[in-house]
T-cell receptor, first 115, second 111 residues
């Protein structure tokens, strides 16, 4: 298995531009998570999906952030418009998503820099 | 909501010594306690986990202990090696599939 796949791996953009981050979870995993990691705030959960349905988006910073999961093998996190304070590493993770807690497997992350 | 406190934030040990990292949590419904290791520039990776029906779990040089009454759990690394240098995160989960992560411990193993 290729593991969780994220693209792009690096993104440099200018303030005000739209940014779209992509994630392909591990095949057969039913839960997908988007995290943001910064030195100041650590590892923050932004949103997670079970069976393609958003379950908890309380971590999404504001309306500029949106996430979708149109099918079991693909999810996007969009920032529009982007701001310098959005600069961070964004991780996608997936897990089996059964009745009990299961291991979350992280993707390699997208390093975002907003100038 | 859930809250996880992790200590210390940095830890420096000599090669061969033991390292201990502690976490406390507030949600009594928590029943899953994983530990992740993140090397510089890499993704977090699970190194060991424990569920609430077990008090201790060991995997070679790594062990985790859980005290549900006191709501704290700890990571123990024995015979530390330079490759153990990384940031370690504790986490906990209860209902649902969501995990709450601690703030991380930067472990440095010195030669």
């Amino acid at each position: 298995d290729a593991g969780v796949i994220q693209s792009p791996r690096h993104e440099v953009t200018e303030m005000g531009q739209e940014v779209t981050l992509r994630c392909k979870p591990i095949s057969g995993h039913n839960s997908l998570f988007w995290y943001r990691q910064t030195m100041m705030r650590g590892l923050e959960l932004l949103i997670y999906f079970n069976n393609n349905v958003p379950i908890d988006d309380s971590g999404m910073p504001e309306d500029r952030f949106s996430a979708k999961m149109p099918n079991a093998s693909f999810s996007t996190l969009k920032i529009q418009p982007s701001e310098p304070r959005d600069s961070a590493v964004y991780f996608c993770a997936s897990s089996l998503g059964g009745l009990t807690q299961e291991t979350q497997y992280f993707g390699p992350g997208t390093r975002l820099l907003v100038l | 909501g859930e809250n996880v406190e992790q200590h210390p934030s940095t830890l420096s040990v000599q090669e061969g010594d033991s390292a201990v990292i502690k976490c406390t949590y507030s949600d009594s419904a928590s029943n899953y306690f994983p530990w992740y290791k993140q090397e510089l520039g890499k993704r977090p990776q699970l190194i060991i986990d424990i569920r609430s029906n077990v008090g201790e779990k060991k995997d070679q040089r790594i062990a985790v202990t859980l005290n549900k009454t006191a709501k704290h759990f700890s990571l123990h690394i024995t015979e530390t090696q330079p490759e153990d240098s990384a940031v370690y995160f504790c986490a906990n989960g209860g209902g649902g599939n969501k995990l709450t992560f601690g703030t991380g411990t930067q472990l440095k193993v010195e030669l």
